[in-house]
């Protein structure tokens, strides 16, 4: 063997540190951005808060650098009312998904609902103890930001790949994997994707042996709806198995836990600090950053101006915390800048929702509105993330305003949001002694012109914690 020279030519995605700080920005609450800048103000001299200056203009021109994106793009800046404008009505924090204020209370206090939940501590607790190695371990909690109080993942393993990038170049098994190793924390099966998944978790750890176990798990796999609508002893004629052996099979699938989340912590509203509004300005849905989205830091310019006449080694400390001060007021500039041209294109891509409400809402995607603003799909899922738009029909987060398109009739195409919304009607309007199965409910939804599945109604009625015909039929 004897050395060689060879040239290669490649290509490599190399984050700087002011974009790495963008977008860690970007994708912090408002709370944890208001606590990240009391950090920065108590550890850098060259930065003050400017209480009596101009707020940050969140649609000022161009960006250098396009978050999540590889090249460098200029942001196109949307016509927007200044945001100084004050809307007619009240602008005040509320509850998630509410339409009301909570008069009485202080709402200072009531934004600490917004914090993470005794179950996320929980989970993160463990994976903090687990052999994970780092890259795993942040994979696991992005998955565990995803899981809500039940102890269900809540959101597409598509969409929780989408969060992680471009700092993490993951693949779907990878995720897949960490995802199984957390369904074995405690409490078991928790992070399951549905309630099949979560009952064969904790089969697979059953202490007990033998065909009831192995009868249990293949009812919890694929026969979970047979159970419900055939009860045991037709279930057992339809799987030719000995009734006592169903029986047993079915008390097994009793002492597992549906729900695994539910024991931790009590169910309680979540408060939050919206980070836009959208208002009605002659006849037009305008947009508006709130103050949360725009805090006012500037550069000190004592401090700035000692650069020049002192000694060398405090000039270069005072220069490094200029940089970094201008990094900071850089980066809290693209992020307010983000945020209102996403919440102006929801605003757009859904006045219909905002006119008619839930009914008229349409399927939307993040990839559209990442086409449309000419950004990474990352980057508006971190913008729908932990951000809220208060709107006249209440404060939603960003991501309330995306769901998936089911085929009409006509061509057109109805999004799951807005046909929850007319199977709540529909059930709303039922009468107490005849409710409406879930397959009447589907011949009523094509009527209307939206032709879907029973199982999928079932789905959403599920979906909004809303009974089957036959409880609510006891319950009237």
């Not at 074995?184 to 009831?212: I, N």
């Not at 307010?336 to 919440?343: E, F, G, K, N, Y």
């Not at 008229?360 to 980057?379: D, F, G, K, Q, Y």
Request: proline fraction near 5%; charge should be negative.
């Amino acid at each position: 063997m004897k050395p060689t020279l060879q040239l290669r030519m490649g290509q490599q995605l190399t984050l700087t540190p002011q974009l790495r700080q963008a977008i860690r920005l970007l994708q912090m609450s408002s709370m944890e951005l208001e606590t990240e800048i009391n950090l920065a103000l108590e550890s850098n001299p060259l930065l003050e808060r400017e209480d009596d200056a101009e707020p940050l203009q969140g649609e000022s021109g161009a960006q250098e650098d396009s978050i999540g994106d590889t090249a460098d793009t200029a942001a196109a800046e949307p016509e927007e009312t200044p945001l100084d404008y004050e809307p007619d009505w009240d602008f005040e924090p509320f509850a998630s998904g509410s339409s009301g204020s909570n008069e009485g209370e202080d709402r200072l206090e009531s934004l600490q609902g917004a914090a993470t939940g005794s179950l996320d501590e929980h989970l993160l607790w463990q994976l903090n103890l687990s052999p994970l190695s780092a890259r795993d371990k942040a994979i696991g909690r992005a998955l565990i930001d995803a899981i809500g109080d039940e102890g269900y993942l809540e959101e597409p393993l598509e969409e929780i790949l989408a969060t992680l990038r471009p700092e993490i170049e993951a693949e779907l098994d990878e995720v897949c994997a960490v995802l199984s190793q957390i369904q074995h924390f405690d409490p078991l099966g928790v992070g399951a994707r549905t309630l099949s998944e979560c009952l064969c978790v904790q089969l697979r750890a059953c202490e007990e042996t033998g065909p009831a176990l192995d009868l249990a798990t293949r009812i919890a796999h694929s026969h979970l709806e047979d159970l419900a609508r055939l009860g045991t002893a037709k279930l057992a004629r339809q799987l030719r198995e000995d009734e006592d052996l169903v029986e047993h099979a079915v008390a097994l699938l009793r002492r597992m836990d549906p729900r695994p989340g539910a024991r931790y912590g009590g169910e309680r509203p979540e408060y939050v600090s919206p980070d836009a509004y959208a208002f009605k300005q002659a006849g037009v849905w305008r947009v508006g950053l709130a103050p949360s989205c725009l805090p006012r830091v500037g550069i000190n310019r004592h401090y700035e101006s000692m650069i020049g006449v002192a000694t060398r080694g405090d000039s270069s400390y005072l220069r490094a915390q200029l940089q970094e001060a201008r990094w900071l007021i850089r980066s809290l500039e693209t992020r307010a800048d983000t945020i209102l041209r996403v919440a102006d294109c929801i605003v757009r891509q859904q006045s219909a929702f905002l006119e008619h409400g839930p009914e008229a809402m349409r399927p939307l995607v993040l990839r559209e509105i990442a086409e449309e603003l000419e950004l990474h799909e990352s980057t508006i899922s971190r913008v729908t993330t932990r951000k809220y738009l208060h709107t006249p029909r209440g404060t939603f987060e960003f991501k309330h305003f995306f769901s998936s398109g089911v085929s009409t009739v006509d061509g057109g195409s109805a999004s799951s949001t807005a046909i929850q919304a007319m199977i709540r009607r529909l059930i709303e309007a039922e009468s107490p002694r005849k409710p409406l199965s879930d397959q009447r409910l589907a011949k009523l939804l094509e009527t209307e012109g939206v032709t879907v599945a029973r199982r999928t109604v079932a789905k959403y009625r599920e979906a909004m914690n809303i009974p089957s015909s036959n409880e609510r039929q006891r319950v009237g």
